[in-house]
């Protein structure tokens, strides 16, 4: 997988998802440290060298980095604040009203979410001047200068980022930024903008965690993240973290004039792997936001663990997973197709087969060999024990065969990559290795412990030092754990309230607690 690309989905489910997965778009958040705005898009950085930390230009409006500023200067707004307790206006801990944070110009079209990006402003105004405290020990600054959709029509001004005023192309090219010259969001609401293509397609809920994320930058402004002058992809980890943590308040219903569902929070994570680096671009490049599987991590983390958890984030970052192409790594990323001796069955089946049977080589009788057989109707195949293959693959344990539907592993294969083979093909081999451990799990439970077992296989082929790991026929390269994650996007359940597959936010949650952690935390799932 290399690259942006565009893609047309496998017909299988969930048409508004797989429409927006079959894009090729840019980044939405748009903020780092060093500068102003200190936006990058994906396609820019795709043609910028890996190596070259550093930028001369000072023209905001046609360099995403914007200048290059100096935290001494005391005119430099993104340096240090002559008093960290007062923040950009002076003493003040009252939030303000909606009206006087969102100035909707004078000739504004109507969205269909107009009214979720109200009522998330006013959250977000009122939960942070309650939350900052709590973190950082001193007031919330309420954002002095507010909220501005921008779209052709309007005459009002937008504040100017670096210039006086921002113009409509201005912001159209950055999407939605947060600029600390002015202290103000900004968001493109144009009749050809991005983020009425992902509403539209993913639903209005993507407005809000866009919101949230952007919020978290003037957070940063706020405690003197950005004079520290942390690597971008740090300052965009913690705001993906509490855009999820103020995702999961609006899930829970606490948000004023706000309902999220599961298929919202599931838009959310779309969104985050549409948005992810293009591989091969180092993650510690200016202005990089992280790998697909790095950006949906650092959302969950705040979901699952909330606002104080990613406060900590600048001090303590979550791992990152590597995002350049080893020199000796396939030029694009991917294996061939097929069962030949490179091909990509060849591979990923040799390799499961090479680690379980590592992992059972005490135990009496050890791993079998497993087999692979195409199936040629996937609503039935022959093994008693299997109903369809309708997820891609199923394990059968009276033959030790593993059957795929071939159509649809190609149609992924050809559309995102070689590892959605490996992740489809891991979660039948996980189910065997349930199997020989006796787990009595059912259902959902069973389910994304078959996630969490796969993660624990791709933990023993990532790459170590930029190189692939001794002993291992398969090797983990940029973009194949964001193409795990597009895969999941298709077969989770779209309601929690299903619990047979879990939804794709569980199933990414436990396949990332495999990656990231042992064999071990997935097997104390097991009930003794």
């Known amino acids: ?38 936006v990058e898009r994906s396609r820019e950085l795709a043609d910028q060298p890996t190596t070259d930390p550093t930028s001369d230009s ?55 979410y107009d009214d979720l990006v109200a009522a998330t402003v006013a959250d977000l105004e009122q939960l942070w001047s309650t939350t900052y405290p709590e973190l950082y020990g001193e007031p919330y600054e ?62 209005d809920s993507v407005m809000g965690v866009v919101l949230a994320h952007e919020w978290g930058h003037a957070i940063q402004q706020r405690n003197g993240t950005f004079a520290q002058d942390p690597a971008t992809i740090y300052t965009e980890q913690q705001a993906d973290c509490f855009s999820g943590a103020w995702t999961a308040r609006a899930r829970n219903g606490e948000v004023d004039g706000v309902e999220f569902s599961d298929a919202d929070v599931l838009g959310g994570l779309a969104a985050l792997i549409t ?60 294996a061939e197709w097929g069962d030949g001796p490179r091909g990509i069955l060849t591979i990923v089946v040799g390799d499961l087969n090479r680690y379980w049977q590592l992992v059972f080589a005490d135990q009496e009788g050890g791993f079998p060999e497993l087999t692979i057989v195409a199936a040629d109707d996937p609503t039935n ?45 891991g979660t039948a081999w996980s189910e065997a290795a349930q199997t020989l451990l006796g787990s009595p799990l059912s259902d959902e439970p069973r389910s994304l412990l078959n996630d969490c077992l796969t993660g624990s296989w791709v933990n023993t082929i990532l790459p170590e030092n930029g190189q692939p790991p001794a002993g291992t026929l398969a090797s983990i390269e940029p973009g194949d754990l964001d193409e795990a994650i597009q895969t999941v996007l298709l077969i989770g359940d779209e309601d929690a309230e299903e619990n047979q597959n879990g939804t794709a936010f569980e199933k990414i949650d436990s396949f990332r607690d495999g990656v990231l952690n042992t064999l071990n935390t997935c097997t104390d799932r097991i009930p003794d």
């Open 1 to 38: 997988m290399t690259g942006w690309r565009t893609y047309t989905f496998p017909v299988r489910r969930r048409a508004a998802l797989v429409t927006m997965l079959s894009a090729s778009l840019a980044v939405l958040a748009a903020c780092g440290a060093s500068s102003p705005v200190a």
């Open 58 to 112: 000072t023209d905001p409006t046609t360099d995403p980095t914007g200048p290059t500023s100096d935290p001494t200067d005391p005119t430099d707004p993104t340096g240090p604040s002559t008093d960290p307790t007062t923040g950009p206006t002076g003493p003040s801990t009252e939030p303000r009203p909606p009206s006087d944070i969102l100035d909707v110009g004078n000739a504004k079209p109507e969205r269909s």
């Open 275 to 334: 948005v992810r680096d293009p591989i091969n671009v180092s993650s510690q490049n200016p202005g990089a936001h992280g790998s697909g599987f790095d950006r949906v991590g650092a959302f969950q983390v705040g979901y699952l663990n909330g606002f104080a958890r990613c406060a900590e984030l600048i001090d303590t970052p979550l791992p990152l997973v590597p995002n350049e192409l080893s020199p000796t790594g396939n030029p694009d990323g991917n």
């Open 142 to 203: 309420p954002l002095e200068g507010g909220v501005f959709p921008a779209y052709p029509e309007r005459t009002d001004p937008v504040p100017g980022c670096g210039n006086d005023e921002s113009s409509y192309p201005d912001v159209q090219a950055y999407v939605a930024f947060y600029c600390s010259v002015g202290d103000f969001i900004a968001y493109d609401d144009g009749d050809d903008s991005l983020l009425l293509q992902l509403s539209e397609e993913l639903g």
């Open 381 to 425: 195949v022959d093994c008693a024990e299997v109903e369809s293959v309708d997820d891609g693959a199923a394990f059968c344990p009276s033959t030790n065969q593993v059957f795929y539907d071939a159509e649809y592993l190609r149609q992924l294969y050809d559309q995102f990559g070689d590892f959605t083979v490996g992740y489809t093909l």
